[in-house]
């Protein structure tokens, strides 16, 4: 069941990239593709909970609660510019634990190259709430060298070249072409699969609400129709394969077979929740249509219960298209963190380390 929701969650992501006489239906689809012709935009994702069952709170740990949990979220915010080939994303974490915790880190990324920057900056402006993650002693040497690199803070971290440096792997820049291209790819053929879909459903799904507010329903059955035709996009198309081989450095058939594992997986917990009568799923998108954007919100209410088991899962994403706000320049020559920067750093980290343990 976990991976039925799991499935369920990308369906609702991949929704955030898609944007194709008037009805609810045609006024749907129309604004879903009004999104996918605008050359620029600004949308934030959250998610937020609003109910669990026990079995599923304790997942996430033994002193966790469902009031924690339902006064946290997750966002993601992203400013597209398709013009320049780039886009500045913010993913954010808002934690209402006993220790709270709000914690945002930034992405610039060139769709064109792959390469992605982060800037140096969010290291020093989250410095009390990575710290609170450490414990005391790591903590201490982690703001000791944002303190001796000072210099490093208004620029940017090449995302690939810092994990080649700490990994010892090397990773070509043909490499994150590749990969950028078939990400791109796949996130095109599930929107395109998605959008004919939902284009295909009759009419009844789609109900017009007093404020001009366009409602849709799935039920289970249409959801897992729709994830396992997406599944065979992607399976027809092959980009998939050749990410997860370039990814796990494993051989092509290699790679067929654990995409072959997954979507097998897949399609059997999805099968379970459409024959089981005691499982629901019930999916409700909620859209505010608009002339410019294609949609100003999107709200996003889905409920699985299981009455055999006293499970339940009820989550809200909520998709926010706002005013665009420009994405900064790619950062060049000297405002990028250079490998020998980088490595004075880390030998700084070294040095405190083990200057602690000797004392």
Known sequence: M??????LTIFVLLLT????CSSPKSDFTAALKKVTENRQYTTNVKFQINNLSDNYVKQFGPDITLTQLKKSNLQYKISVDSDTSSSYSAFSLHWAGS???DLTLHALQNSDDGKAYIPVSDLYDASDSISSLLSDSTAAIFNEVLAQNKDLESKYLNFFETIQNFSNQTIDSETVDRQAEELKKIEEISGITIYSYLNNLDDQHFTAKDNGDILLELSKNEISDLINEVLKALDDDGSIITLISEINSSTQKEAESAW???????????????????????????????SK??????????????TAKTHLMNYTTTIDMLDYEKV??????????????????????????????TQ
């Open 2 to 7: 976990k991976k039925a929701i799991m499935a």
């Open 17 to 20: 990239t898609l944007s194709g």
């Open 99 to 101: 220790k709270p915790l």
């Open 260 to 290: 072959e594992t997954q979507q097998k997986s897949i399609r059997s917990s999805l099968k379970n929740l459409t024959s089981n009568k005691t499982q629901s799923l019930d999916f409700q998108l909620t859209l505010t249509p608009d």
């Open 293 to 306: 954007k294609g949609f100003s919100k999107a709200t996003i209410d889905t409920n699985y219960k299981d």
């Open 328 to 357: 900064p320049p790619m950062p060049e020559g000297n405002e990028i963190v250079s490998k020998k920067e980088l490595d004075k750093a880390i030998s700084d980290g070294l040095k405190l380390y083990l200057g602690s343990t």
